[in-house]
């Protein structure tokens, strides 16, 4: 029923992009309350896969390619005319009249005529036995024609004419021949090395491949008998299959007096609209920007601008990206981005097989940084991969070779399907992308190609997505089932790395406004002390300030260490292991009038132990007023840079490491970080400073510095990885800042370096590339944010020993401030103390 | 401060210190007639609470140091030494079975908070 108020819309052409208008218009109008749509079709079948024409000739029904049934039309209430194409658009009344006569008004219209194919101007086409391939029409006849044929040519060694040649050896023809006038097969898609290489390929299963030929006339008499070329040479076949290219179908246009380009084409602005405002063309019959897009994913884009533009919904056509894969005849040839970039803007790595008919060819920016384009013959596997890559502008790996090579040992370069960004288009027909489809697959369970077909109508155009989006779905799965997704507690739906970067933009420096903002509940002992590091990381403002005591983790809420029987122990920072006697007597007096057990460290320096909460502050004032500073023992942060004594005393040593080891703590000392962090400083390879255990380590060379990172003693003991070798100290500090940075950015709580570097996907060949080749681009973030910690950085033992306000939270009873705990009980143990035995 | 004890319902409620003697969001320890008490500020929530000073697990009087949240709507406190958590309100252990803290009952008057004993 058409009421009054439904705006009548009627769609001239009822091709592929016609009928993926309707679709995309019925799915946008919910129970087609807006607009009623009415269909003319010049051909008398509805609209069909032509894509896969071929597929007709190898057993495929006309009704397999349909892409809609008959009833479909019926259910959707649209009304439908076949076999009878529209000949007049009478715009001043707003109404078309078809070749029957029907005659329908109209308040939009949309031309989607195509094209029909190219026939050029030769003496001899109109004979007998010359065909063109475009329609199911033209397959019939061509099928007829072949059973009493002998030999067949196609003119054009394009895209389709190699479709067309593929479909007269399935014919069953003794010969087929190929001619083209461009010296090279696929000239738009393939640079002369991929050319030769598919020729060679065809040309092995039979096929007479003619290029560089002109041809003059068409010769017979009512039959075709055969080519004459301008070069004297001659063709005897009694078959010719016309593949020269498509002719837009504007000839209704101009008529009606829309403008039209001078080579053909229907001039339409970015949102589809021709000279005419009520009349929209899409698909090849179109002019936009300047081009027609002669492959049909482009023609579902305009079908999809127009629609979602009628329901009023801002959208415009871009310019499309006419990248394009297919299998010829068995080998796979893929074009992509520009695929015939050359020197100086570009560099080229090309690899060719010439055994098992492989040509590959990469165009990379002159920095190496981009992928331009490519080309792929033989094997095309990678091509889904590299369009997201040239597509998204993804950064590329160091050895980009390995792009097309696969990686050649050591860790898997680059990253799979899974690594490309959320936004990136999978499937390019339907514009879906694989947030779209890891949804539908993850939340929704269509996780067979079949249901995300019907799910989102992935892989139902051209199908080259379809191998991407069975990684997709095995990524999604693995995620699933092997890999949780480590958010924080169930008051944060957020993982660390993610909840660090939303405190970060926002700007947030207390954790209720955290909460507030991305938490629910009322917090616990894992969310409050990941998000203080987090603050500590970002800020680098006192921890217990504002409201950031009690969300500290016990150590970290008294800035000491607590131990058995409630005690604390007190470490101040002796950087690198570095102590001068005056120091070394200052310590021994404040633990003999605190009753203090004293122990060297595994880290190089002297611990305090047995202090009771409320003499902390007073401990402190006295180790601060010596020149110490706190050590932050308590923190999950820079712990020791452990050294030898390098060149100053050892016979062995090459460079200084204790200098090195003391400018490196006091570079990091108070990096807030997910765990605590170790460090040491050897001065030569016998490495005594173990600093190959460490989280990260330097060992000196005669050349300069070797950096390790990311080891561990602790239940795993793991050795750290070389990142860089004989490096000078600035380049070791600039990559150790990244590193840390990267480290404290990115690790789930409470993960240490080596931990956090297992679960990294591409492992330290990855790190390194983050790190030390700057693949992410980030190393200037990295270093100008470790800057702000080191610029920042402030004593928090000073902090709360001159502010009475800090001070007074140490205490045991807040209703009795001099009263110490009286349950502390001490035991002796060779002239010192030591705490009771747990009960 | 001095110790004055309140009669009126069935309490003897005692008062243990000023308001602000306890961190927003955060524990403290009064000492009371001999007894280690810890106090929770629970200004989120908008709500007080009152335990024992000592952790159950390994007798250390530290759970005024521990930090305080929510398991579901369940108001609780983590011991900083090994991370067991009690409800506020039961006193119930929320992650290991068998331990059980004390709890009291709580009232803030006049800018002081007194405990029920």
Same mark, same amino acid.
């Given at each position: 029923?058409?009421?009054?108020?439904?705006?009548?819309?009627?769609?001239?052409?009822?091709?592929?992009?016609?009928?993926?208008?309707?679709?995309?218009?019925?799915?946008?109008?919910?129970?087609?309350?807006?607009?009623?749509?009415?269909?003319?079709?010049?051909?008398?079948?509805?609209?069909?896969?032509?894509?896969?024409?071929?597929?007709?000739?190898?057993?495929?029904?006309?009704?397999?390619?349909?892409?809609?049934?008959?009833?479909?039309?019926?259910?959707?209430?649209?009304?439908?005319?076949?076999?009878?194409?529209?000949?007049?658009?009478?715009?001043?009344?707003?109404?078309?009249?078809?070749?029957?006569?029907?005659?329908?008004?109209?308040?939009?219209?949309?031309?989607?005529?195509?094209?029909?194919?190219?026939?050029?101007?030769?003496?001899?086409?109109?004979?007998?036995?010359?065909?063109?391939?475009?329609?199911?029409?033209?397959?019939?006849?061509?099928?007829?024609?072949?059973?009493?044929?002998?030999?067949?040519?196609?003119?054009?060694?394009?895209?389709?004419?190699?479709?067309?040649?593929?479909?007269?050896?399935?014919?069953?023809?003794?010969?087929?021949?190929?001619?083209?006038?461009?010296?090279?097969?696929?000239?738009?898609?393939?640079?002369?090395?991929?050319?030769?290489?598919?020729?060679?390929?065809?040309?092995?299963?039979?096929?007479?491949?003619?290029?560089?030929?002109?041809?003059?006339?068409?010769?017979?008499?009512?039959?075709?008998?055969?080519?004459?070329?301008?070069?004297?040479?001659?063709?005897?076949?009694?078959?010719?299959?016309?593949?020269?290219?498509?002719?837009?179908?504007?000839?209704?246009?101009?008529?009606?007096?829309?403008?039209?380009?001078?080579?053909?084409?229907?001039?339409?602005?970015?949102?589809?609209?021709?000279?005419?405002?009520?009349?929209?063309?899409?698909?090849?019959?179109?002019?936009?920007?300047?081009?027609?897009?002669?492959?049909?994913?482009?023609?579902?884009?305009?079908?999809?601008?127009?629609?979602?533009?009628?329901?009023?919904?801002?959208?415009?056509?871009?310019?499309?990206?006419?990248?394009?894969?297919?299998?010829?005849?068995?080998?796979?040839?893929?074009?992509?981005?520009?695929?015939?970039?050359?020197?100086?803007?570009?560099?080229?790595?090309?690899?060719?097989?010439?055994?098992?008919?492989?040509?590959?060819?990469?165009?990379?920016?002159?920095?190496?940084?981009?992928?331009?384009?490519?080309?792929?013959?033989?094997?095309?596997?990678?091509?889904?991969?590299?369009?997201?890559?040239?597509?998204?502008?993804?950064?590329?790996?160091?050895?980009?070779?390995?792009?097309?090579?696969?990686?050649?040992?050591?860790?898997?370069?680059?990253?799979?399907?899974?690594?490309?960004?959320?936004?990136?288009?999978?499937?390019?027909?339907?514009?879906? $992308?694989?947030?779209?489809?890891?949804?539908?697959?993850?939340?929704?369970?269509?996780?067979?190609?079949?249901?995300?077909?019907?799910? $989102?109508?992935?892989?139902?155009?051209?199908?080259?997505?379809?191998?991407?989006?069975?990684?997709?779905?095995?990524?999604?799965?693995?995620?699933?089932?092997?890999?949780?997704?480590?958010?924080?507690?169930?008051?944060?739906?957020?993982?660390?790395?993610?909840?660090?970067?939303?405190?970060?933009?926002?700007?947030?420096?207390?954790?209720?406004?955290?909460?507030?903002?991305?938490?629910?509940?009322?917090?616990?002992?894992?969310?409050?002390?990941?998000?203080?590091?987090?603050?500590?990381?970002?800020?680098?403002?006192?921890?217990?300030?504002?409201?950031?005591?009690?969300?500290?983790?016990?150590?970290?809420?008294?800035?000491?260490?607590?131990?058995?029987?409630?005690?604390?122990?007190?470490?101040?920072?002796?950087?690198?292991?570095?102590?001068?006697?005056?120091?070394?007597?200052?310590?021994?007096?404040?633990?003999?009038?605190?009753?203090?057990?004293?122990?060297?460290?595994?880290?190089?320096?002297?611990?305090?132990?047995?202090?009771?909460?409320?003499?902390?502050?007073?401990?402190?004032?006295?180790?601060?007023?010596?020149?110490?500073?706190?050590?932050?023992?308590?923190?999950?942060?820079?712990?020791?840079?452990?050294?030898?004594?390098?060149?100053?005393?050892?016979?062995?040593?090459?460079?200084?490491?204790?200098?090195?080891?003391?400018?490196?703590?006091?570079?990091?000392?108070?990096?807030?970080?997910?765990?605590?962090?170790?460090?040491?400083?050897?001065?030569?390879?016998?490495?005594?400073?173990?600093?190959?255990?460490?989280?990260?380590?330097?060992?000196?060379?005669?050349?300069?510095?070797?950096?390790?990172?990311?080891?561990?003693?602790?239940?795993?003991?793991?050795?750290?990885?070389?990142?860089?070798?004989?490096?000078?100290?600035?380049?070791?500090?600039?990559?150790?800042?990244?590193?840390?940075?990267?480290?404290?950015?990115?690790?789930?709580?409470?993960?240490?370096?080596?931990?956090?570097?297992?679960?990294?996907?591409?492992?330290?060949?990855?790190?390194?590339?983050?790190?030390?080749?700057?693949?992410?681009?980030?190393?200037?973030?990295?270093?100008?944010?470790?800057?702000?910690?080191?610029?920042?950085?402030?004593?928090?033992?000073?902090?709360?020993?001159?502010?009475?306000?800090?001070?007074?939270?140490?205490?045991?009873?807040?209703?009795?401030?001099?009263?110490?705990?009286?349950?502390?009980?001490?035991?002796?143990?060779?002239?010192?103390?030591?705490?009771?035995?747990?009960? | 401060?001095?110790?004055?004890?309140?009669?009126?319902?069935?309490?003897?409620?005692?008062?243990?210190?000023?308001?602000?003697?306890?961190?927003?969001?955060?524990?403290?320890?009064?000492?009371?007639?001999?007894?280690?008490?810890?106090?929770?500020?629970?200004?989120?929530?908008?709500?007080?609470?009152?335990?024992?000073?000592?952790?159950?697990?390994?007798?250390?009087?530290?759970?005024?140091?521990?930090?305080?949240?929510?398991?579901?709507?369940?108001?609780?406190?983590?011991?900083?030494?090994?991370?067991?958590?009690?409800?506020?309100?039961?006193?119930?252990?929320?992650?290991?079975?068998?331990?059980?803290?004390?709890?009291?009952?709580?009232?803030?008057?006049?800018?002081?908070?007194?405990?029920?004993?």
């Amino acid at each position: 029923m058409i009421t009054n108020k439904k705006s009548n819309v009627v769609v001239i052409g009822n091709g592929m992009v016609g009928y993926k208008f309707c679709e995309k218009l019925i799915a946008k109008d919910k129970n087609s309350e807006r607009f009623a749509l009415t269909v003319f079709g010049e051909e008398p079948r509805v609209a069909y896969d032509r894509v896969h024409l071929s597929a007709y000739f190898d057993g495929k029904t006309a009704e397999d390619l349909t892409m809609a049934p008959l009833d479909w039309y019926i259910d959707n209430g649209i009304q439908l005319y076949l076999s009878d194409p529209v000949v007049d658009i009478d715009r001043e009344r707003k109404q078309i009249r078809s070749h029957h006569g029907v005659v329908v008004p109209y308040d939009y219209l949309i031309l989607a005529t195509g094209s029909g194919a190219f026939v050029p101007p030769l003496s001899g086409v109109e004979k007998d036995g010359v065909f063109v391939y475009r329609t199911i029409e033209d397959l019939d006849l061509i099928q007829s024609h072949a059973r009493r044929a002998r030999k067949g040519a196609v003119l054009g060694g394009g895209l389709l004419g190699l479709e067309a040649a593929k479909a007269l050896l399935d014919l069953g023809l003794e010969e087929a021949h190929v001619v083209e006038f461009a010296p090279r097969l696929m000239p738009r898609q393939l640079d002369d090395a991929g050319s030769g290489v598919l020729q060679r390929q065809l040309e092995s299963l039979g096929l007479h491949i003619h290029l560089a030929k002109s041809t003059q006339e068409i010769t017979g008499d009512d039959a075709i008998t055969g080519m004459q070329f301008t070069d004297g040479s001659f063709l005897e076949v009694d078959m010719l299959v016309i593949s020269a290219g498509i002719r837009p179908r504007d000839e209704l246009a101009r008529l009606s007096g829309l403008e039209t380009h001078p080579r053909g084409g229907i001039v339409v602005d970015n949102f589809l609209q021709t000279s005419d405002p009520s009349i929209f063309a899409i698909g090849e019959c179109a002019v936009a920007h300047h081009m027609i897009y002669g492959l049909v994913a482009p023609g579902y884009e305009m079908a999809e601008v127009v629609a979602a533009r009628m329901m009023g919904d801002e959208k415009e056509f871009k310019p499309y990206d006419m990248s394009t894969k297919l299998k010829l005849i068995g080998t796979d040839v893929g074009s992509f981005g520009n695929p015939f970039a050359t020197e100086p803007e570009c560099r080229t790595v090309v690899y060719e097989n010439r055994a098992k008919g492989v040509y590959k060819r990469i165009n990379i920016s002159a920095d190496g940084k981009e992928l331009l384009g490519g080309i792929l013959v033989g094997d095309a596997d990678q091509y889904n991969m590299l369009l997201q890559t040239c597509k998204n502008k993804t950064i590329l790996p160091p050895n980009s070779e390995d792009l097309i090579l696969g990686s050649r040992g050591g860790e898997e370069a680059g990253a799979g399907v899974m690594s490309l960004p959320d936004d990136a288009i999978i499937c390019s027909c339907e514009a879906i $992308t694989k947030a779209m489809l890891c949804h539908e697959i993850g939340e929704n369970g269509n996780d067979t190609i079949d249901l995300l077909k019907k799910a $989102t109508k992935a892989c139902t155009g051209c199908g080259g997505c379809t191998p991407m989006v069975k990684d997709i779905i095995q990524g999604v799965q693995k995620e699933k089932g092997v890999y949780v997704r480590n958010i924080l507690c169930e008051h944060f739906d957020f993982t660390r790395q993610e909840l660090f970067d939303l405190v970060k933009i926002n700007g947030l420096k207390t954790y209720t406004s955290v909460l507030n903002t991305f938490g629910k509940g009322d917090g616990c002992e894992v969310c409050k002390p990941a998000t203080a590091s987090i603050l500590a990381s970002l800020w680098n403002e006192n921890i217990l300030a504002k409201d950031r005591a009690p969300i500290q983790d016990s150590n970290d809420r008294f800035l000491a260490n607590i131990q058995r029987g409630g005690t604390y122990s007190v470490v101040p920072r002796i950087a690198g292991g570095e102590i001068s006697p005056e120091k070394l007597i200052v310590l021994g007096q404040v633990a003999q009038k605190y009753g203090l057990y004293t122990k060297i460290t595994g880290g190089q320096r002297i611990d305090l132990f047995g202090a009771h909460v409320g003499d902390l502050p007073k401990i402190w004032e006295e180790l601060i007023v010596a020149g110490f500073e706190s050590g932050h023992a308590y923190g999950k942060s820079l712990r020791t840079v452990k050294s030898c004594v390098g060149t100053t005393w050892c016979r062995y040593g090459v460079q200084d490491s204790v200098t090195f080891a003391i400018e490196l703590e006091n570079r990091y000392k108070g990096l807030r970080s997910p765990h605590k962090l170790k460090s040491g400083v050897s001065g030569c390879t016998r490495e005594c400073a173990e600093a190959q255990s460490k989280d990260f380590g330097l060992i000196a060379t005669d050349k300069g510095w070797n950096v390790y990172v990311c080891g561990n003693g602790g239940t795993k003991p793991q050795h750290a990885q070389l990142l860089v070798s004989d490096v000078d100290k600035d380049t070791a500090v600039k990559l150790l800042d990244r590193f840390l940075m990267f480290y404290v950015k990115t690790a789930d709580p409470l993960a240490r370096t080596a931990t956090w570097l297992n679960k990294m996907e591409g492992g330290i060949t990855y790190l390194k590339a983050v790190v030390v080749d700057d693949v992410l681009g980030i190393g200037a973030e990295l270093e100008r944010e470790l800057q702000l910690i080191v610029d920042t950085y402030a004593c928090e033992w000073k902090e709360v020993v001159e502010n009475p306000d800090l001070r007074k939270r140490f205490s045991h009873f807040v209703n009795e401030p001099e009263v110490k705990d009286p349950t502390v009980q001490f035991e002796p143990l060779r002239n010192q103390v030591k705490a009771r035995e747990w009960a | 401060m001095e110790v004055t004890a309140i009669h009126k319902d069935k309490y003897t409620w005692l008062a243990a210190c000023p308001v602000n003697s306890v961190p927003e969001d955060g524990g403290a320890c009064v000492l009371l007639n001999g007894q280690q008490i810890a106090l929770f500020n629970f200004t989120r929530r908008g709500e007080w609470y009152a335990t024992t000073n000592e952790c159950p697990h390994r007798q250390q009087m530290a759970l005024s140091r521990g930090m305080i949240g929510s398991l579901g709507n369940e108001p609780k406190v983590a011991c900083p030494f090994h991370k067991k958590t009690f409800s506020l309100k039961t006193g119930e252990c929320l992650n290991d079975e068998g331990y059980q803290i004390t709890t009291f009952p709580i009232k803030v008057e006049d800018g002081v908070v007194y405990v029920g004993v």
